[in-house]
C-alpha cells in the first residue's frame, strides 16, 4: 500500500546503484528455491552471457518484482517447474536491455482476464483470492515500477499449459561482469551454508513478505514461525522462546511498535524470561525511523525491501556465538 501511494503521487523515487544482474537473479532464486522444493518444483535460473554485466539500477526494485513473478508462479504451480531468464534484448554501447521471464507450467490464465491482472486489487477471479490468498496489488505496483524505469510488462498465458510474465527495463552497464562467477547455468538453484541455527518469529502481515522472509531465513539455515499481526506476535512469544523475532512496523489490529512495548513491559516485569532480540522491519526507510524503532525497543532496523545480505549480517550480529 505504501508502494502504491508513492507511485501514484509521484514520491517513488529509483535508488539508482550498480548492481550485478547475475548475483540479483541468483539471490532471488535461492531464496525462494526451498518454497519451491517444498511442493516438489524445480525452480530453474538461466542469466544469458550477455546479460551477464553490472548495471547501474535500482536493483532493489528489480529484486521486488522478480520475488512477485516467481512467488505467484510457485503459488499457482502444483507440478512440474518454474523457470527463470534474464538475457539482452538490445544492446548499444553502454545501454543495455535487458528482459527478465519467469515461466512456469500452472494453471493457466484465460486470455481475456490477463490484462486486467496489471490493475490495483485485481486476480484473475474472485475464486483467486478466496483459494490462494492476496490481496491483488503486485502485478499492478510491478507494472507501476516497470514504467518508473522506462520498461514494458507483460504476459503470455495459456490454460493448462502455464504462464509466462515478463519484463524489459532499459539499463547503464557499468562494467562486462568478467570477474564474476560464471553465469547461471540451466540447473536447481544453489545451495549456501547455513550461518546459524536457530528459531526465529516473522511478525508480517502481507503474504508475499512472509514467504520471501522465510525462505531467506531457511536458505540462512533457521526456522521459523509467522504470525499476521502483533497480537498473534505476542501470543506465540508466550508460547516459545525465540532466538529472534523480525517485526514488521505496520501490521493490523496491534502494530509493531505496540506489540514490541508489551514485550519489554513483559520481560521487565517477568512475564517473560530473558531479553529476546527484536529487529524491527520497515518499509518506511526515512530520516529518523532507526532511532523511532530503538527508541520502541527494538534491537536494530533493517528497512525492505530485504536484501538477503543485509539479513544474513544481522543475523550474525545477534544470534552467532
Not at 512440474?80 to 543495455?96: D, F, I, K, T, Y
Not at 514461525?225 to 514488521?248: F, K, T
Not at 529476546?276 to 525497543?297: F, K, N, S, V
Request: glycine share 8%.
Amino acid at each position: 500500500m505504501l508502494d502504491l501511494s508513492k507511485i501514484e503521487t509521484g514520491k517513488l523515487e529509483l535508488d539508482l546503484q550498480e548492481c550485478s544482474i547475475e548475483s540479483l537473479v541468483q539471490e532471488v532464486v535461492e531464496a525462494l528455491g526451498p518454497g519451491a522444493a517444498q511442493k516438489n518444483l524445480s525452480l530453474i535460473a538461466h542469466v544469458d552471457s550477455t546479460a551477464n554485466v553490472t548495471a547501474r539500477c535500482d536493483g532493489n526494485r528489480l529484486r521486488q518484482i522478480l520475488v512477485n513473478f516467481i512467488g505467484n508462479a510457485i503459488k499457482f504451480t502444483a507440478t512440474g517447474s518454474v523457470s527463470v531468464r534474464a538475457e539482452s534484448v538490445r544492446h548499444e554501447g553502454q545501454r543495455l536491455r535487458l528482459r527478465f521471464s519467469v515461466s512456469d507450467t500452472g494453471i493457466g490464465i484465460p486470455a481475456d482476464r490477463q490484462d486486467r491482472l496489471f490493475c490495483p486489487f485485481t486476480q484473475a477471479d474472485c475464486s483467486t483470492a478466496r483459494n490462494y490468498g492476496g490481496s491483488g496489488l503486485g502485478l499492478s505496483i510491478c507494472k507501476q515500477l516497470v514504467e518508473l524505469m522506462q520498461g514494458e510488462i507483460g504476459i503470455h498465458s495459456q490454460i493448462g499449459h502455464g504462464s509466462t510474465f515478463w519484463f524489459e527495463v532499459p539499463l547503464e552497464i557499468v562494467n562486462v561482469a568478467a570477474s564474476l562467477t560464471p553465469p547461471l547455468s540451466e540447473s536447481p538453484a544453489r545451495s549456501a551454508k547455513p550461518i546459524v541455527s536457530s528459531h526465529v518469529l516473522v511478525a508480517e502481515d502481507n503474504r508475499i513478505n512472509q514467504m520471501f522472509v522465510t525462505e531467506l531465513l531457511k536458505y540462512c539455515g533457521c526456522t521459523c514461525e509467522v504470525a499476521s499481526n502483533g497480537d498473534e506476535a505476542l501470543a506465540a512469544i508466550q508460547r516459545h522462546d525465540y532466538d529472534l523475532v523480525l517485526m514488521d512496523c505496520q501490521m493490523p489490529d496491534m502494530d509493531g511498535f505496540t506489540a514490541v512495548r508489551e514485550i519489554r513491559r513483559r520481560e521487565a516485569n517477568g512475564q517473560l524470561i530473558g531479553h529476546r532480540p527484536i529487529i524491527a522491519l520497515t518499509a518506511h526507510a526515512l530520516a529518523g525511523d532507526r532511532e523511532h524503532c530503538l527508541a520502541a525497543g527494538m534491537d536494530d532496523y533493517l528497512a525492505k525491501p530485504l536484501e538477503a545480505s543485509q539479513l544474513r549480517a544481522m543475523l550474525t550480529k545477534f544470534l552467532s556465538n
